[in-house]
């Protein structure tokens, strides 16, 4: 059974910081493309960052230099440093895995307000 269980998510003023992290099981984690998306009310799911199973990281325009994804296969984790976050970065956030199928995590909520 995959499971992919996204943490880290909160309440955080403009400007703060947040770290999002997702721990899968199930799946032969150092295979998958690893990615976080967003969907935020009224608006469709769109790709924030993404990181191959190479290592190679693909950004949004709107988070870029602000923004880094990165993995520990050790520990079967992908995370997602957020800085500078603005409260347009308001959303739900997604895991997801990628390779011979694609598995999603529940959410993580995200609020940046003052």
């Known amino acids: 059974q995959v499971q992919l269980v996204e943490s880290g998510g909160g309440l955080v003023q403009p400007g703060g910081s947040l770290r999002l992290s997702c721990a899968a099981s199930?799946?032969?984690?150092?295979?998958?493309?690893m990615g976080w998306y967003r969907q935020a009310p009224g608006k469709q799911r769109e790709l924030v960052a993404s990181?191959?199973?190479?290592?190679?990281?693909n950004y949004a325009d709107s988070v870029k230099g602000r923004f880094t994804i990165s993995r520990d296969n050790a520990k079967n984790t992908v995370y997602l440093q957020m800085n500078s976050l603005k409260p347009e970065d308001t959303a739900v956030y997604y895991c997801?895995?990628?390779?011979?199928?694609?598995?999603w995590g529940q959410g993580t909520q995200v609020i940046v307000s003052s």
């Open positions: 997801n895995a990628k390779y011979d199928a694609s598995y």
């Open positions: 199930g799946i032969i984690f150092s295979f998958y493309a």
């Open positions: 990181c191959t199973s190479y290592g190679t990281t």
